[in-house]
């Protein structure tokens, strides 16, 4: 767990000094952290993000756009109000076209 520094940096961090097989992020918001997430992925890492979002659309088109465009994610879960309530789930295909 890194606690107490930037995402974008405590992700580098954990990969240089640690080799993980997955990181688990949450709240990817601004294009630093995309930054991040781009070059785990790129080193091998596998990722679980989180990010808010009104919606799939939305999700598309915030930070998380590109990322998925490029395919470094393939599924997102949209969550309900109530917790533990799944509203959607979308599977991507490389380009980011969505299909559910």
């Given at each position: 767990?890194?606690?107490?520094?930037?995402?974008?940096?405590?992700?580098?961090?954990?990969?240089?000094?640690?080799?993980?097989?997955?990181?688990?992020?949450?709240?990817?918001?601004?294009?630093?952290?995309?930054?991040?997430?781009?070059?785990?992925?790129?080193?091998?890492?596998a990722l679980l993000a989180s990010?808010?979002?009104?919606?799939?659309?939305?999700?598309?088109?915030?930070?998380?756009?590109?990322?998925?465009?490029?395919?470094?994610?393939?599924?997102?879960?949209?969550?309900?109000?109530?917790?533990g309530q799944i509203a959607g789930?979308?599977?991507?295909?490389?380009?980011g076209k969505g299909c559910v």
């Amino acid at each position: 767990v890194a606690d107490g520094c930037p995402k974008a940096l405590g992700m580098e961090r954990l990969i240089r000094c640690m080799a993980p097989e997955v990181i688990v992020t949450d709240e990817i918001g601004n294009p630093r952290d995309a930054w991040a997430v781009r070059e785990a992925a790129r080193r091998g890492v596998a990722l679980l993000a989180s990010a808010h979002a009104g919606g799939f659309d939305a999700l598309e088109n915030g930070p998380l756009g590109a990322l998925i465009r490029d395919g470094l994610f393939q599924t997102a879960v949209l969550l309900d109000g109530a917790p533990g309530q799944i509203a959607g789930i979308r599977h991507y295909e490389r380009g980011g076209k969505g299909c559910v």
